[in-house]
């Protein structure tokens, strides 16, 4: 098993400089690509929903959400009676951008599982699931 963790470091981190030399062109970071698909998923989302979602301490999404608000890809609203919490919206320049964050990781997920079967696929995904609800689960309880 210290082998597969190993492995799934290492594909992770090798996503990472995947995304980040694919989306460059753009202005866009490879660890950014995250944040482009749930909040053009949930518009309206708070950087504290944000974080919970994807995992990532509050400080480190405020520090992404400041960058990409400087890039022009994301409006950051205060919540009515709430100055502390903000809402992101995506701009038009992030929407124009989503197809091609989608496609760079739509790329990477074939490139690894290259010479998979279709139920090969299918066990990965359903077992990856597994994992991430375990995840979760022990990040919620902290």
């Not at 010479?115 to 689960?137: A, C, H, I, P, Y």
Request: aromatic share 8%; net charge positive.
């Amino acid at each position: 098993m210290a082998r597969f963790m190993k492995n799934i470091n290492l594909v992770s981190r090798s996503a990472e400089a995947f995304r980040e030399e694919r989306l460059a062109p753009y202005g866009i970071k490879g660890c950014q690509s995250h944040y482009f698909l749930e909040i053009c998923r949930t518009p309206g989302i708070s950087q504290e929903e944000l974080s919970r979602s994807l995992l990532i301490n509050k400080s480190n999404v405020a520090r992404q959400i400041s960058l990409l608000e400087k890039g022009g890809f994301v409006k950051r609203e205060a919540k009515d009676g709430d100055r502390r919490t903000f809402l992101l919206y995506p701009t038009q320049k992030m929407l124009d951008a989503l197809p091609e964050v989608k496609r760079v990781h739509g790329e990477w997920r074939r490139l690894v599982t290259e010479g998979f079967t279709e139920d090969e696929s299918r066990q990965l995904q359903l077992l990856s699931e597994k994992m991430e609800q375990n995840v979760r689960k022990f990040m919620e309880s902290k």
